[in-house]
Protein backbone atom coordinates (compact mmCIF):
# COMPACT_ATOMS: atom_id res chain seq x y z
CA UNK A 1 0.00 0.00 0.00
CA UNK A 2 1.30 3.11 -0.63
CA UNK A 3 2.80 5.39 2.00
CA UNK A 4 3.81 9.12 1.19
CA UNK A 5 5.87 10.98 4.35
CA UNK A 6 6.49 14.73 3.88
CA UNK A 7 8.84 16.57 5.07
CA UNK A 8 10.50 20.18 4.53
CA UNK A 9 8.76 22.15 6.49
CA UNK A 10 10.20 24.88 9.07
CA UNK A 11 9.76 28.18 9.90
CA UNK A 12 11.14 31.20 7.72
CA UNK A 13 10.61 35.10 7.24
CA UNK A 14 8.14 36.37 5.02
CA UNK A 15 10.28 36.74 1.35
CA UNK A 16 11.92 33.01 1.89
CA UNK A 17 12.24 29.93 0.45
CA UNK A 18 11.41 26.03 1.48
CA UNK A 19 11.32 23.22 -0.19
CA UNK A 20 8.74 20.25 0.79
CA UNK A 21 9.80 16.36 -0.10
CA UNK A 22 6.93 13.93 -0.45
CA UNK A 23 8.37 10.45 -0.56
CA UNK A 24 6.88 7.45 -1.17
CA UNK A 25 7.09 3.95 0.35
CA UNK A 26 5.26 0.50 -0.30
CA UNK A 27 4.49 2.10 -4.24
CA UNK A 28 5.77 3.63 -7.05
CA UNK A 29 4.99 7.46 -7.83
CA UNK A 30 4.79 7.88 -11.36
CA UNK A 31 1.66 5.55 -11.31
CA UNK A 32 0.24 8.66 -9.22
CA UNK A 33 -1.01 12.41 -9.75
CA UNK A 34 0.08 13.88 -6.44
CA UNK A 35 -1.36 16.92 -4.99
CA UNK A 36 0.10 18.86 -2.23
CA UNK A 37 -2.40 20.66 -0.03
CA UNK A 38 -2.14 23.20 2.20
CA UNK A 39 -4.21 23.63 5.83
CA UNK A 40 -4.48 26.83 7.76
CA UNK A 41 -5.09 27.06 11.69
CA UNK A 42 -8.54 27.09 11.71
CA UNK A 43 -9.33 26.60 7.77
CA UNK A 44 -10.30 24.08 5.69
CA UNK A 45 -7.80 22.46 3.44
CA UNK A 46 -6.74 23.28 0.19
CA UNK A 47 -5.11 22.51 -2.93
CA UNK A 48 -1.98 24.39 -3.55
CA UNK A 49 -0.53 22.24 -6.34
CA UNK A 50 -0.44 18.95 -8.47
CA UNK A 51 1.09 17.03 -10.42
CA UNK A 52 0.41 14.10 -12.84
CA UNK A 53 1.32 11.00 -12.92
CA UNK A 54 3.60 11.63 -15.82
CA UNK A 55 4.78 14.52 -15.26
CA UNK A 56 3.28 16.43 -18.14
CA UNK A 57 0.52 18.78 -16.40
CA UNK A 58 0.71 20.80 -13.37
CA UNK A 59 -1.80 22.89 -11.86
CA UNK A 60 -1.27 25.75 -9.42
CA UNK A 61 -3.48 27.72 -6.55
CA UNK A 62 -3.83 31.44 -7.94
CA UNK A 63 -2.64 32.51 -4.73
CA UNK A 64 0.84 30.56 -5.15
CA UNK A 65 1.24 30.87 -9.34
CA UNK A 66 4.91 32.45 -9.79
CA UNK A 67 5.89 31.10 -5.73
CA UNK A 68 5.43 27.40 -6.07
CA UNK A 69 7.03 25.06 -8.26
CA UNK A 70 6.22 20.94 -7.92
CA UNK A 71 8.32 18.51 -9.94
CA UNK A 72 8.71 14.96 -9.09
CA UNK A 73 12.09 12.71 -9.42
CA UNK A 74 10.90 9.56 -10.31
CA UNK A 75 14.07 7.56 -9.56
CA UNK A 76 14.11 9.01 -5.69
CA UNK A 77 10.12 8.15 -5.78
CA UNK A 78 9.82 11.40 -4.82
CA UNK A 79 7.58 14.83 -5.26
CA UNK A 80 8.63 18.02 -4.45
CA UNK A 81 7.51 21.63 -3.84
CA UNK A 82 9.07 24.60 -4.05
CA UNK A 83 8.16 27.61 -2.19
CA UNK A 84 9.82 31.12 -2.89
CA UNK A 85 8.67 34.26 -1.66
CA UNK A 86 6.60 32.86 1.39
CA UNK A 87 4.21 34.91 2.79
CA UNK A 88 2.70 34.66 6.08
CA UNK A 89 -0.68 33.02 4.71
CA UNK A 90 1.61 30.33 3.75
CA UNK A 91 1.59 28.93 7.07
CA UNK A 92 -0.10 25.84 8.78
CA UNK A 93 0.37 22.21 7.74
CA UNK A 94 1.28 20.67 4.24
CA UNK A 95 0.08 16.94 2.90
CA UNK A 96 0.80 15.28 -0.04
CA UNK A 97 -1.73 12.34 -1.49
CA UNK A 98 -2.26 11.19 -4.41
CA UNK A 99 -5.27 13.29 -5.97
CA UNK A 100 -6.55 14.38 -9.69
CA UNK A 101 -6.05 17.39 -11.81
CA UNK A 102 -9.28 19.29 -12.68
CA UNK A 103 -9.47 22.28 -15.23
CA UNK A 104 -5.81 24.30 -15.49
CA UNK A 105 -5.86 24.84 -11.52
CA UNK A 106 -7.92 22.32 -9.15
CA UNK A 107 -6.62 19.69 -7.25
CA UNK A 108 -8.79 17.36 -5.58
CA UNK A 109 -7.83 14.73 -3.40
CA UNK A 110 -8.78 11.31 -3.81
CA UNK A 111 -11.55 10.27 -1.63
CA UNK A 112 -9.92 7.24 -0.25
CA UNK A 113 -6.59 9.34 0.17
CA UNK A 114 -4.92 8.41 3.55
CA UNK A 115 -3.81 12.02 5.55
CA UNK A 116 -0.71 11.90 6.94
CA UNK A 117 0.91 13.92 9.43
CA UNK A 118 2.04 16.51 7.06
CA UNK A 119 4.96 19.05 7.39
CA UNK A 120 4.28 22.59 9.52
CA UNK A 121 5.57 26.05 7.72
CA UNK A 122 5.26 29.18 9.63
CA UNK A 123 6.24 32.64 8.21
CA UNK A 124 6.72 35.13 10.64
CA UNK A 125 9.40 37.67 10.77
Known amino acids: QLQLDESGGGQVQPGGTLTLSCAAS????????IGWFHQAPGKEREGVSC????????NYADSVKGRFTISRDTAKNTVYLQMNSLEPDDSGVYYC??????????????????WGQGTQVTVSS
Open 51 to 58: ISNGGGQI
Open 97 to 114: VPSVLRGSSDCVAHTDSS
Open 26 to 33: GGTLRDYS
